[in-house]
């Protein structure tokens, strides 16, 4: 198995420009989960799919942030515009809830590496 | 709402010496335990998890964790530490909402290990 697939792995741009960062999740799984990473805040929970549909957003900082999930297979996140406190690790993973047992696993991509100038 | 304390936040020890890393949650029901790990540059790879039954979970490479109610803990241990263990360290609880298992991550834990 690939794993989960995270393009790109770095990503440098000016303020003001348009990011967007890509998931390829496990196949068969049916929950995707981003989040962010930086020194002062952690790990933070940013949204999460459940069969492609968003269960829960209250994690977006801002209307700058937007998420989408068009099929089982791909998830983007975009920034729009960028600010330099966007700078930070952004991590994909994804799941597989069965039935409503509370077993599924989180697996993680290797993470997007954003720096806003 | 949950949350996760993970009150080291860097810890040094020698090769071969044993490491236990400590975690406490808060969380209004059963809780749903993870330990994490990330290596420089990585994702997060799941070390072990406890979801149910016996208090005293086995994960990869030689990991432990025991969970105690009362003391609201969840501490990873191993009786010996390789150099390759150097890492962060990160605990999580999990809550079961409508979509899934939503991960509430602590602060994370840095290892160095001296040879």
């Known amino acids: 198995d690939a794993g989960v697939i995270q393009s790109p792995r770095h990503e440098v741009t000016e303020m003001g420009q348009e990011v967007t960062l890509r998931c390829k999740p496990i196949s068969g799984h049916n929950s995707l989960f981003w989040y962010r990473q930086t020194m002062m805040r952690g790990l933070e929970l940013l949204i999460y799919?459940?069969?492609?549909?968003?269960?829960?957003d209250s994690g977006m900082p801002e209307d700058r942030f937007s998420a989408k999930m068009p099929n089982a297979s791909f998830s983007t996140l975009k920034i729009q515009p960028s600010e330099p406190r966007d700078s930070a690790v952004y991590f994909c993973?994804?799941?597989?809830?069965?039935?409503?047992?509370?077993?599924?696993?989180?697996?993680f991509g290797p993470g997007t590496r954003l720096t806003v100038l | 709402a949950q949350s996760v304390t993970q009150p080291d936040i860097h810890i040094t020890v020698s090769e071969g010496a044993s490491l236990e890393l400590r975690c406490n949650y808060s969380?209004?029901?059963?809780?749903?335990l993870f330990w994490y790990v990330q290596s420089p540059g990585q994702g997060l790879q799941l070390l072990l998890k406890?979801?149910?039954?016996?208090?005293l979970v086995q994960g990869i490479k030689g990991f432990e964790a025991e969970f105690k109610r009362s003391q609201s803990s969840f501490n990873l241990r191993k009786p010996s530490v390789h150099w390759s263990d150097a890492a962060e360290y990160f605990c999580a609880v999990g809550a079961m909402t409508g979509g899934g298992n939503k991960l509430t991550f602590g602060t994370g834990t840095q290892l160095k290990v001296e040879l």
């Open positions: 993973a994804s799941s597989l809830e069965v039935g409503g047992a509370r077993t599924d696993t989180q697996y």
């Open positions: 799919f459940n069969n492609n549909v968003p269960i829960d």
């Open positions: 969380y209004g029901a059963t809780p749903y």
């Open positions: 406890y979801f149910s039954g016996d208090t």
